[in-house]
Structure formats: structure tokens, C-alpha cells
């Protein structure tokens, strides 16, 4: 009998995988294996013309990365997903999708430094124009559309600067004008915020965060809201007419809701290859079985970090969405349950030399060039993830000499504090 699967940690922990019929394995089996031995040679074509489901090749499918793509997919509230090497690979692969020559991305200007850099120094070499705005305006995104435009990406909360996204305002302009709203949700997982449950179409994350949880992989994946309805659109003749690469396969037609992620599986993983590894998926299926109860844990120590920053004298101000002092706090309360995450950018009086100073007295934080692991980590932007960036964009994007971005782990909070407290002195 199907589960009868309802509330997100239930979800989250019997989605993708129940046990192999064939051994009863209750654990999660690592296919590592390249090929799949087809039953016949009618069997192998209807599968390379898409007529039936089943494996290929790893490069374009495989049942451990399988696992997590439908838990992810079901926890995003999406209709599929695809998972990738890295987050990168994500954004590489579903923009080499939907954009050619001449046409044109509204980038938000705060998003992580490298999907602009891919934006402006990879995608530009090959004709597709960006316009880079403040995606926190939705005027200023509805100027910047024009009729090119195919797709409006920003992110949930902003990397390193927290802004909170208008989720719903950018749907609608998205939806108005026939382009996809693209929402990088990596800074909050699912168990905080749903973007697509907000209009979204779709939905990316570097894997390599939150949903590993433990800094031990670098992924990514691609969520299909399934939410397009590609009928009723013009500007997407590769969605409702006739596919030449697969025995003029409609995707729309064929796939339905599934369209976007079928499509980009067929069409830019099988051709571009940047693939999840069915190890690194077996971590994150596991992972994502504790998230709700992690990103809970992350928010509440982060939350009370950002009141303890917040009241010291060293610092000059603490961006954190679940601050009443936050800029977009309304909106935070609105579009994210269960907790404001556990990021927190706060800038220090004494700038660049206050920051070496901190950073250097930290003694349980680390140093690191990423987020979303268990453990506590600091970083200073500008001379690090955002050091690609000149000195105009880093201020375009909110990025101060003196800026410090946290990522607050799961330990004791009285410890994550004592650190700060400590090198907060030092200075
Ligand atoms: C918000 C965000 N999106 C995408 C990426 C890229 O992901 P990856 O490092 O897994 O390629 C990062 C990496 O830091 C990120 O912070």
C-alpha cells in the first residue's frame, strides 16, 4: 500500500526511497554503476526516444540520485528535479536550457558574486544580455523587462546580504511577460521557505549548503515548479513544438508538468554532463532526513547571535531577516516558517583592519569559504567568495570593507556566543 505521506518531516524522510523490493534493503543502496543492461534492443530504443521511463546512463539518471531528486522535488513542492555536480552546474545547465543568442536575464544585483560572473563573463561571450537590478524593487525589475526577456533570477535571502526577495510581485511580472521566475532558495532550504508555494517556476540550490548540512559534497539541483503552462505561452516554441533531437518529442505535450526538468535532463545534462554522483546523493537523501530539525536548531542559535550582536559596541549593524531592526522583516514573517535561517552579515566599526583582527581572534569559528554546515564558520566577503568582483559591484551589492558574514552552526549557543564575545574584545 502507498504511504499516505502529509507534514515535511515525513516527508522528508520517506520520500525518494522506501526499501528495494528485490533484497528488502531498508537502507538507501549507492548504484554505482555507469550503464543498465537494457531487456532488449526495442526496449533500449523506447528509452532513448523517451517512450519509457526507466535508466540510461548515469550520466542522465540513476537511482541513488533518483532518491534525492524526489525528495527535493516533493519537499520544494515542484514536480521533478534534475540534481547536478554543484550549484553552479545547476544555474549553467538550466540557463544553457532556455536562453540563446540575443536574449535576455534580469539577474538580481545582491545574488551570490558567481551566478553573476557566470552571467556577465560566460553567458555575455555567447549573446545573452543581463541586465543586473535590484530585484528587492519590483519596479525596477518590471522597467528592466523587455520582450527578450525569458527568465528573472534572485535568491530567497541574498548572499552575503540577506535581503529577502518579493517573491509574489516578481512571480507576477515573471508571469506577465512570459519569462520564469528563477529563485535560488540555498540560504533557506524548504523547511523554511517554498518559494514556488509563492509563484516561483523554478527553484535552484547549491546542494552543497544546507541540504548536505555537513560541508561534505558539493551539489546542486534544479526544481521544476511544474507550474508553466507552456500552452498558452509564445515565446517557448522549444516546449510546445516538435523536438528534432528526440523523434519530435512536445515536451509540453509529453510531459506535462514535468516539462522543465525532462527537458533539461534530456536536453543540457545528457549534452553538458555536469552530473550528481550517486554517492554524494546517498549523503544528501540521509541529510535532508534531519532538516526541518537543523535549519530549526540553525535559526534559533542565529537569532539569538544577532540580538547579542546587536547590542555590542564594536559593531556598526547586524542585518538578520528575523531582527525587527531587518529592512524586509514583514515580509520574512510572511514567506518563511520556522525560523529566519542562520546567516547573519553584520559590518564593524574599524573596517577592513577590525575584520582581520575578529576573524583572526575567532577560536570556535572557522574560516571558510562556505555555509550551511553544522559547525559555526565566518567569512569576510570582500577579499574572499565576492573578491571577483570590482569595487563598484561590491558596493552595488551591499558589500562593505568591514562586512562579516556567519554562518551559525548547531552548537551549545552559550559557546557560538562566548567565541564572538571574545573576539569582539580583541579589537
Ligand atoms: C546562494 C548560492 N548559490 C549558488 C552557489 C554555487 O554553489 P556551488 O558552490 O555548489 O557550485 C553558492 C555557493 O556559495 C551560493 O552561496
Redesign the pocket.
Known amino acids: 500500500m502507498e504511504k499516505d505521506l502529509k507534514g515535511f518531516s515525513t516527508r522528508a524522510l520517506h520520500s525518494g526511497w522506501d526499501h528495494d523490493p528485490s533484497t528488502g534493503s531498508f537502507g538507501l543502496p549507492i548504484y554505482l554503476t555507469a550503464g543498465y543492461k537494457f531487456g532488449s534492443a526495442e526496449e533500449a530504443a523506447s528509452l532513448f526516444e523517451l517512450k519509457k521511463e526507466g535508466f540510461i546512463y548515469s550520466r542522465i539518471g540513476n537511482p541513488t540520485v533518483a532518491a534525492f531528486e524526489e525528495v527535493i522535488a516533493d519537499l520544494e513542492s515542484g514536480s521533478a528535479a534534475v540534481a547536478t555536480s ?6 549553467n545547465q538550466l540557463l544553457s536550457l532556455i536562453c540563446k543568442k540575443d536574449d535576455h536575464v534580469i539577474l538580481g544585483r545582491k ?2 558574486g ?2 553573476l560572473t557566470l552571467l556577465s563573463n560566460i553567458f555575455s561571450k555567447f549573446g545573452v544580455e543581463v541586465s543586473v537590478v535590484d530585484t528587492d524593487d519590483p519596479e525596477e525589475v518590471a522597467r528592466a523587462v523587455s520582450p527578450k526577456t525569458r527568465c528573472i533570477i534572485t ?1 530567497t535571502v541574498g ?1 552575503p546580504s540577506l535581503n529577502v526577495a518579493p517573491l509574489e510581485e516578481l512571480a507576477v511580472i515573471a508571469r506577465d511577460n512570459e519569462a520564469l521566475l528563477i529563485v ?1 532558495n ?2 533557506m532550504s524548504p523547511a523554511l521557505c517554498r518559494p514556488v508555494e509563492w509563484g516561483a517556476n523554478v527553484v ?6 544546507y541540504l548536505s548540512g555537513f560541508g561534505n559534497i ?3 539541483v534544479v526544481v521544476d515548479g511544474g507550474n508553466v503552462d507552456w500552452g498558452s505561452m509564445k515565446k517557448w516554441p522549444e516546449f510546445t513544438e516538435p523536438e528534432e533531437a528526440y523523434h519530435g518529442v512536445v515536451f509540453s505535450e509529453a510531459f506535462g508538468t514535468k516539462a522543465l526538468a525532462t527537458k533539461l535532463r534530456a536536453c543540457a545534462l545528457r549534452d553538458i554532463g555536469g552530473c550528481m554522483s550517486p554517492f554524494d546523493a546517498y549523503l544528501l537523501w540521509m541529510s535532508i532526513g534531519t532538516l526541518s530539525l537543523r535549519m530549526k536548531k540553525h535559526s534559533e542559535n542565529a537569532l539569538a547571535v544577532a540580538r547579542f550582536l546587536e547590542e555590542r559596541e564594536e559593531v556598526a549593524w547586524v542585518s538578520y531577516p528575523g531582527l525587527e531592526s531587518h529592512p524586509h522583516h514583514e515580509r520574512a514573517k510572511k514567506y518563511f516558517r520556522e525560523g529566519y535561517g542562520g546567516m547573519i552579515a553584520f559590518c564593524l566599526k574599524g573596517g577592513i583592519e577590525a575584520g582581520r583582527k575578529f576573524l583572526n581572534s575567532l577560536n570556535l569559528f572557522s574560516i571558510i ?3 550551511g554546515d553544522a559547525r559555526s564558520m565566518a567569512i569576510h566577503p570582500a577579499s574572499t ?1 565576492h573578491s571577483q568582483l570590482s569595487s563598484e559591484e561590491l558596493k552595488k551589492a551591499g558589500i562593505e570593507d568591514g562586512l562579516v558574514r556567519l554562518s551559525i552552526g548547531l552548537e551549545d549557543v552559550e559557546d557560538i556566543i562566548d567565541d564572538l564575545d571574545r573576539a569582539l574584545s580583541s579589537i
Open positions: 554543484s550549484g553552479q552546474a545547476a544555474f545574488v551570490y558567481g551566478t535568491e548572499n535560488d540555498t540560504f535552484v540550490h547549491s546542494a552543497t549548503k558539493i551539489g546542486g569559504a562556505n555555509i567568495t
